[in-house]
């Protein structure tokens, strides 16, 4: 892991929290069918991959171990042979393991559901940002993700090689539509949203038309989105923005459109399918019984 990924891994809190949520949902009062092994009988196992794609979530994996070997009053050793943002290939190994049947058993649904839909998050993010490489455009997620899995999916956009956007509605300003409705005017709003926040911080605008980006440059907005636009306005847009801004380019973004979007000159190009529409990586945890 490069040390940029590890101070962008959440902290350790928001890592234990959603999986101590996690495995109650699971073993909620106890794991009835692990009771049916031998209380002492071990385990050695590991966790491999079936298919191509991208590794997030090892630490989600560690903190799974911890916890259920904690109800146990043991420790389950885990040996990792990847890291997070490595690219791996049917069959690979990515962690071996040994430790008690029970806590082992109680964990293995947990971790791999965690671990498969971060790495399924990478892997996608992973061919979206490929596909823009050539361009100066930045792959950037949304707000857009599964609940409550919001800095873990973020976190799995950076292994990917995307960047992040605005972590919630607390940390930057995005006016969008349904403000613009409330009666203030475009250039009222966006010099109340600038005013209003300390300087760097994300203070975006939204616009539809060409019109619209205009009074947004002019009012000063310094990261504009255009949502929506066609290819041909897009172009238009960015040959009108020069330096003034920053544009980003939002809807109908999918891996077969982000290259020629990203060829028009837009700086920025907003998914919200790299978190929401999410498949989770095929992950297998197999076990020998020792």
Request: glycine residues 8%; contains cysteine; hydrophobic residues 40%.
């Amino acid at each position: 892991m490069s040390e940029d990924l590890k101070r962008s891994l959440p902290k350790n809190k928001v890592i234990k929290s959603l999986v101590k949520s996690c495995l109650k949902e699971d073993i909620g009062s106890g794991d009835v069918t692990a009771r049916l092994t031998p209380a002492e009988q071990k385990i050695d196992g590991k966790i491999i991959s079936r298919e191509d794609g991208v590794i997030c979530g090892t630490a989600w994996v560690d903190e799974v171990m911890r916890q259920v070997g904690k109800r146990h009053d043991t420790k389950i050793n885990i040996n990792w042979k990847v890291r997070d943002g490595d690219v791996v290939t049917p069959d690979q190994t990515l962690c071996r393991f040994e430790g008690y049947a029970h806590p082992v058993l109680s964990g293995e649904r947990t971790a791999l559901n965690i671990m498969q839909t971060l790495s399924g998050t990478a892997t996608v993010t992973r061919q979206y940002a490929d596909a823009i490489a050539h361009t100066k455009a930045k792959l950037l997620d949304t707000r857009k993700t599964l609940p409550c899995l919001r800095e873990a999916q973020k976190y799995a956009v950076l292994c990917g090689g995307g960047v992040n956007h605005r972590m919630g509605l607390y940390d930057g300003i995005i006016i969008k539509e349904n403000h613009l409705r409330s009666g203030k005017s475009l250039e009222r709003i966006v010099a109340d949203a600038i005013a209003s926040m300390p300087e760097g911080t994300l203070v975006e605008l939204e616009v539809e038309t060409i019109e619209e980006l205009e009074r947004g440059l002019n009012a000063g907005a310094k990261r504009i989105m255009l949502d929506d636009f066609s290819l041909e306005d897009m172009r238009e847009a960015v040959e009108l923005t020069g330096d003034q801004a920053d544009l980003e380019a939002s809807g109908n973004v999918n891996i077969k459109t982000i290259a020629t979007i990203a060829e028009t000159g837009v700086d920025y190009i907003s998914s919200g399918a790299i978190t929401k529409h999410v498949r989770a990586l095929d992950l297998s945890m197999l076990f020998d019984y020792i």
